[in-house]
């Protein structure tokens, strides 16, 4: 099975035997851990986003069943089992030089070169079906080449999907898209044997068909998925922010904006649990929340305490969202029930 973990270190996990790897968030960004035995740091992607509560990292930990095993494929680390394969790639734009003359940025070409890599290695494995992205770059807002820099990421991905026979329009992955405050282009991935349902949210356009304002490309994901692994389910909930049809809601209101994510999130869960039988609720998800502005966090946590409960399980950190006009996004994963034949 597949187990989505949050915790504020790896301390004190006492072995790797069943550890994929993971996300790590911090600020710095983090370089060195304490790892099980036999365990890798290349197994985890290292986020420079400062965790605002009174924890300096937050571990997003994925762990599965049977023999694990880890491997290398160019500039991608990765661990597997008979089910599921976890990788991460990190690409330094800095180094790259070729295409710049012709108009493409380096970080369209290392994002076009990192997705490229990333099915090369999913194709070579047997791992056809990608479960979740998680995409992490610097400046995202910003403008270089005479584009916002997201918008030149979308370029590149989507570049890569076409030219990799992935499908760029209804059953595509679940994601999201964050900027950090340094490092580089780094992507995570978890890929599986058997297909995720995509879910779509009915109170907004999908992100595939958003207009040419967003950028010469649309953004490639589902606003959530639910995947089959083995004999379990998980639900993974994309980046979700203040977006109605396809517009920004809300601008310069951080609570508002928090509480039309939290309508979002709760028509996406709707529509999981009736296309997939989720059988999910708000509280059934662990949560990560990210904030553009740190002074704004109480403000956050309590909308989402009164909208979701004292109880929920959500880690706050600080991060750039894809829209200069867009102040949180929240994102998540939940464990289901199994389905019975």
Avoid at 20 to 38: D, E, R
Avoid at 39 to 61: G, P, T, V
Avoid at 79 to 107: K, M, Q, W, Y
Avoid at 311 to 330: G, K, M, P, T
Wanted: proline share 4%; net charge negative; glycine share 8%.
């Amino acid at each position: 099975m597949l187990n989505v973990l949050y915790g504020n270190t790896l301390s004190p996990i006492d072995q790797a035997d069943d550890l994929l790897g993971g996300l790590v968030f911090g600020l710095p960004a983090p370089t060195a851990l304490t790892v099980p035995t036999g365990l890798s740091n290349d197994a985890f992607a290292h986020i420079a986003m400062a965790r605002l509560d009174q924890h300096a990292l937050l571990c997003e930990s994925l762990r599965g069943d049977g023999v694990i095993r880890s491997g290398q494929l160019n500039d991608i680390h990765y661990r597997f089992n008979d089910h599921i394969l976890f990788g991460v790639i990190a690409i330094d734009e800095n180094l790259i030089t070729e295409h710049t003359e012709n108009g493409v940025s380096p970080l369209q070409t290392a994002t076009h070169q990192a997705y490229r890599q990333i099915f090369s290695l999913l194709h070579a494995q047997g791992f056809p079906y990608v479960l979740r992205f998680w995409n992490y770059m610097s400046g995202i807002n910003a403008l270089t080449h005479d584009l916002e820099r997201y918008r030149q990421f979308n370029l590149g991905r989507q570049q890569a999907f076409s030219e990799s026979g992935q499908a760029i329009a209804g059953n595509v992955p679940a994601a999201c898209a964050l900027g950090s405050a340094s490092g580089p282009l780094t992507i995570a991935f978890l890929a599986g044997r058997q297909p995720s349902i995509a879910i779509e949210n009915p109170r907004q356009v999908s992100a595939y068909d958003y207009p040419e304002q967003y950028g010469p490309r649309s953004p490639l994901f589902s606003r959530a998925s639910v995947a089959s692994i083995d004999t379990h389910r998980v639900l993974f909930l994309s980046g979700t922010a203040s977006i109605v049809g396809h517009e920004t809601l809300h601008v310069g209101d951080i609570a508002a904006q928090t509480s039309e994510s939290i309508a979002n999130i709760a028509a996406v869960v709707g529509e999981a649990n009736i296309k997939a039988g989720a059988q999910c609720t708000l509280q059934d998800l662990d949560y990560i929340v990210y904030v553009r502005h740190a002074e704004q966090i109480d403000q956050v946590r309590n909308v989402i305490t009164q909208q979701i409960g004292p109880s929920a399980n959500a880690a706050y950190v600080q991060a750039d969202i894809c829209r200069a006009d867009l102040l949180v996004e929240i994102e998540g994963s939940a464990t289901l029930p199994a389905l019975h034949s």
